[in-house]
């Protein structure tokens, strides 16, 4: 496991630098929701995961993010107030990138980990920066997480089953809808 609280402030400024700006709001429900800045089929995306509640009353620790294995890379996004770490897993077979680089490994899971455990009614953010898959389009792609709290766990890991609605699940993963390269609709 990597711990990066050197990439906090590299990934700030490019945070910063891309004017990132969440206009929408994530969902209501009671679950860990997300918001993509693009959704376009081989864009490069910013996804923001959400939550103001904790399990139950107990506060939020941290939240452990299942990568899909549809991603090669994977960049944490600086989040203050959350130290970042990460696991990583050998690739079947390597995959090379558009400039040439082989890569042999990826990262599986992402762990934020906040410095202060956050209670119900504040609302936090998390962020992971990432390319979405340029065959996926009009697929939906789930990212299952366990939130951590300092008494339980919530794990925000169900998938629908084809023909199932996600709203009929009680522990419902994270998901975006990728649409056409040129298209930019948000989940």
Not at 43 to 58: D, N, R, V, W, Y
Not at 71 to 100: M, R
Not at 167 to 184: G, M, Q, W
Request: with cysteine; charged share 15%.
């Amino acid at each position: 496991m990597i711990c990066v609280s050197a990439l906090r402030k590299a990934a700030l400024s490019v945070v910063v630098s891309c004017g990132i700006a969440l206009v929408s709001v994530f969902p209501a429900a009671a679950h860990v929701g997300v918001k993509a800045d693009t959704t376009a089929a081989g864009s490069t995306a910013i996804l923001t995961f959400g939550f103001s509640h904790g399990c139950g009353e107990s506060p939020t620790t941290g939240l452990t993010f299942q990568i899909p294995e549809e991603f090669t890379s994977v960049n944490p996004v600086y989040a203050p107030g959350w130290e970042i770490s990460w696991e990583t897993e050998d690739l079947a077979t390597p995959v090379v990138s558009a400039h040439g680089t082989e890569t042999t490994s990826r990262i599986s899971t992402v762990t934020f980990t906040a410095d202060e455990p956050i209670v119900t009614g504040i609302y936090a953010m998390v962020s992971l920066r990432l390319t979405l898959p340029e065959d996926m389009a009009g697929e939906t792609i789930y990212f299952p997480v366990v939130q951590e709290c300092e008494e339980g766990e919530n794990a925000w890991i169900e998938i629908p089953a084809d023909g199932q609605d996600a709203e009929e699940l009680e522990s419902p993963a994270p998901s975006i809808n990728v649409t056409d390269a040129e298209s930019d609709a948000g989940h």
